[in-house]
């Protein structure tokens, strides 16, 4: 099994920033893929960004340029920086990691608002 443990979520105000971690342990064997997920009250989860063990990313339109996902394979470790926050990027963020399986996090609440 492999747990994630979530960090970073909290209240912002909109145009601030903030940082997510996730840190995974337990019977890892390779990790392929970390990211987040979000999902917004009354909506599905989405894909936010993604990163592989090589260091390739993938973003979500609606945070390209204003989120950098970045991955240390030594901690097992995914941060997601994010920058110019809007009230729409209110959501409960998920750690998603691929290591020969699907794993998910119990999720972080991030609250953009004033």
């Known amino acids: 099994q492999v747990q994630l443990v979530e960090s970073g979520g909290g209240l912002v105000q909109p145009g601030g920033s903030l940082r997510l971690s996730c840190a995974a342990s337990?019977?890892?064997?390779?990790?392929?893929?970390m990211g987040w997920y979000r999902q917004a009250p009354g909506k599905q989860r989405e894909l936010v960004a993604v990163i592989t063990s090589s260091g390739s990313t993938n973003y979500a339109s609606s945070v390209k340029g204003r989120f950098t996902i970045s991955i240390d394979n030594a901690k097992n470790t995914v941060y997601l920086s994010s920058n110019s926050l809007k009230p729409e990027d209110t959501a409960v963020y998920y750690c998603?990691?691929?290591?020969?399986?699907?794993?998910w996090g119990k999720g972080t609440l991030v609250t953009v608002s004033s």
């Open positions: 337990g019977s890892i064997f390779s990790i392929n893929v």
């Open positions: 998603y990691v691929q290591s020969g399986g699907n794993y």
